[in-house]
């Protein structure tokens, strides 16, 4: 496994991440959960997300409670505060309140003294930033959260964030998760030469398209029970089904052979091309599939592959 710097800082995480989002504490059983996160720590992979919204809670204990057994300063934990966490009026968002009980319910739950990295998991146009980010520099400066981060921020509101923390003397984002793959590539324009420009990393969310980049639904299809039938997910997956993408993956899945690799390593590989891109964040729900995604990580695209990819793509 290889590892990056996080943004401007001085953590190293490794270029695979594993996430809990739709698996464990829902779709995937507790003990298969746990040998996948073991499989993965055993790989190498030191980064591990979750958010308190994920399934209310239930994939932040059942990660921590797998990684439980490991030296607490040899992996990296995550966890994010937005989306609704119960009815209130201030159950959502990015208030002080809200993010102050969210972070001790997350750090309650995973029975943790600290977490590594605290995400805004999306931006709140009803809440000053000045609130959200004085409060999570008071839960840093409290040892309960070593580095800030944001999720599917806009390169204005990453360039707000990074003002009203220079203006206020506060601790800056080190790292911005969004969505970013051989299909979706909005982050390319501005936000990755906004993140560049101040030292913020990308981890990656979704890096195979939802699944479409491991080639099981080139015949445009989704197989009932299979993870896109998901209600959730279902739509996403059925944004990329064109018939254009469907030839692209075709075409792909021909250069990954003739780089005898797999077209799920090929698409992990041409993101982590990107420098700005620290961690390719992945899903997983049996132990094979980490073993599969950790080969990206492996291999090396020559400038001559890359510009094939590009023509594919373009």
């Known amino acids: 496994m290889k590892y990056r710097r996080l943004g401007r800082s001085g953590l190293k995480v490794s270029e695979i991440s594993l996430g809990s989002w739709l698996t464990y504490g829902k779709s995937v059983e507790d003990n298969t959960a746990e040998k996948t996160i073991h499989k993965a720590y055993e790989l190498g992979i030191n980064f591990f997300d979750s958010a308190n919204v994920y399934e209310r809670g239930e994939g932040e204990k059942v990660m921590a409670k797998a990684l439980k057994e490991f030296p607490r300063e040899s992996y990296i934990i995550t966890t994010k505060a937005f989306w609704p966490m119960g009815e209130g009026p201030n159950d959502r968002g990015l208030s002080r309140k809200h993010v102050y009980e969210q972070l001790h319910n997350s750090l309650k739950r995973m029975n943790l003294d600290y977490v590594d990295i605290f995400y805004c998991h999306r931006y709140d146009p009803e809440t000053p930033v000045e609130e959200t980010l004085r409060v999570i520099d008071d839960l840093i400066r409290q040892g309960k959260i070593l580095y800030a981060g944001v999720s599917e921020w806009s390169a204005a509101q990453i360039e707000e964030a990074i003002g009203t923390a220079d203006k206020y003397l506060l601790d800056r984002i080190v790292v911005n998760q969004p969505q970013y793959n051989m299909l979706n590539r909005y982050i390319e324009e501005e936000v990755i030469p906004v993140s560049s ?6 981890v990656v969310f979704s890096p195979l398209a939802q ?5 099981k639904y080139k015949d445009g299809k ?11 997910i279902n739509s996403s997956v059925k944004n990329f089904l064109t018939e254009e993408n469907i030839a692209k993956l075709g075409n792909l899945e021909k250069l990954a052979l003739d780089l005898d690799a797999t077209l799920p390593a090929l698409a992990i590989a041409w993101i982590l091309r990107q420098p700005n891109v620290a961690s ?3 899903g997983a729900s049996r132990p094979d599939q980490i073993e599969a995604n950790i080969k990206g990580s492996e291999l090396e695209l020559t400038k001559e592959s890359i510009e094939k990819i590009e023509a594919i793509l373009a």
């Open 197 to 202: 420009k101040h030292g913020i990393s990308q």
């Open 211 to 215: 699944g479409i980049l491991t080639g």
């Open 222 to 232: 989704i197989p009932e029970g299979s993870r896109a039938a998901n209600d959730t």
């Open 280 to 282: 390719a964040l992945v």
